[in-house]
């Protein structure tokens, strides 16, 4: 545990296990956000998926670790859990722990949720779909609201400007809204040059994209989330696209929130 203090990297990209109450608060998410087609991307082994489903969201994750078998992936959580731990309790001090009490409440909620997920994977698979940035295997339009936690902005070490933009145009290309939390790096740094590059990239090719507070602080400083919506976005009331299959048409776009 001794060599994560004071880190920077967490190392590989881990998969992480975040509760749907750490979705809820870190994305301000309301019971009326849930009411369409979700996807999470990267879902990693978060619970959100599962909990979504289980309040009747059409939820789904997509994800590299996906790709793997269900069983072998759902045996490498502890592993990645107790990883998330060692680097959370070594570096205590970066975070604020008002919602999870202490490194010990944090690393019960990540297990609890891993479980959540491990059955869900397992019970579920259909629900997660293996797919890689900044490509999805889904159609223009697919989702209502896309949610994307901790791998842009979180691993800015590895991701250039342009992988950024990629990815964020990805991902409003098959969302109508797009929610990407948090803008700090892992150690906890803020990016306004990485954010200002891909704020002027959105523009360019016609997405908007604003930065909202949320109620929600765990690395210290990261109160805030990027929110996207393509000029393609198409009314709240409109029956949602199949994930894979054919379109409905576009009859229009909702306006962007004030
Ligand atoms: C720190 S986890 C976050 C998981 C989840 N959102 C959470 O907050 O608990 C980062 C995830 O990003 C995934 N990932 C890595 N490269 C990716 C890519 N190109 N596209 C989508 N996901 C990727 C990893 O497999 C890993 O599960």
């Not at 545990?1 to 992480?16: C, K, N, P, Q």
């Not at 959100?48 to 590299?64: K, S």
Request: proline letters at 7%; a neutral charge; one cysteine or more.
């Amino acid at each position: 545990m001794g060599e994560l203090r004071g880190a920077t990297d967490i190392g590989a990209y881990l998969i992480s296990t975040r509760s749907s109450d750490e979705y809820r608060a870190m994305f301000a998410l309301s019971d009326a956000d849930l009411r369409g087609r979700v996807l999470d991307c990267p879902g990693g082994g978060a619970s959100f998926t599962a909990a979504a489903r289980a309040h009747g969201t059409a939820a789904f994750a997509a994800d590299p670790a996906y790709a793997t078998p269900p069983p072998e992936l759902v045996a490498r959580l502890d592993a990645e859990l107790a990883c998330g731990s060692a680097w959370a309790t070594a570096n205590a001090e970066r975070y604020v722990w008002r919602f999870h009490g202490d490194p010990a409440g944090h690393a019960r909620l990540r297990a609890d949720s891993a479980a959540t997920f491990a059955r869900d994977l397992l019970g579920s698979p259909g629900r997660y779909v293996a797919a890689a940035l900044p490509h999805l295997p889904f159609r223009d339009g697919a989702f209502d609201l896309v949610l994307s936690s901790h791998l842009l902005f979180t691993y800015a070490d590895r991701l250039d400007a342009a992988s950024h933009v990629a990815a964020l145009r990805e991902l409003a290309r098959v969302g109508a809204e797009v929610r990407v939390y948090p803008l700090v790096d892992q150690a906890g740094r803020t990016l306004p040059q990485l954010l200002d590059h891909v704020l002027a990239g959105l523009d360019a090719a016609g997405v908007r994209a604003r930065v909202d507070d949320v109620p929600y602080e765990f690395q210290r400083g990261a109160r805030s989330m990027l929110r996207l919506r393509s000029a393609s976005s198409r009314p709240a009331d409109t029956p949602p696209a199949r994930v894979c299959g054919p379109r409905a048409p576009d009859p229009g776009r909702r306006e962007w929130p004030a």
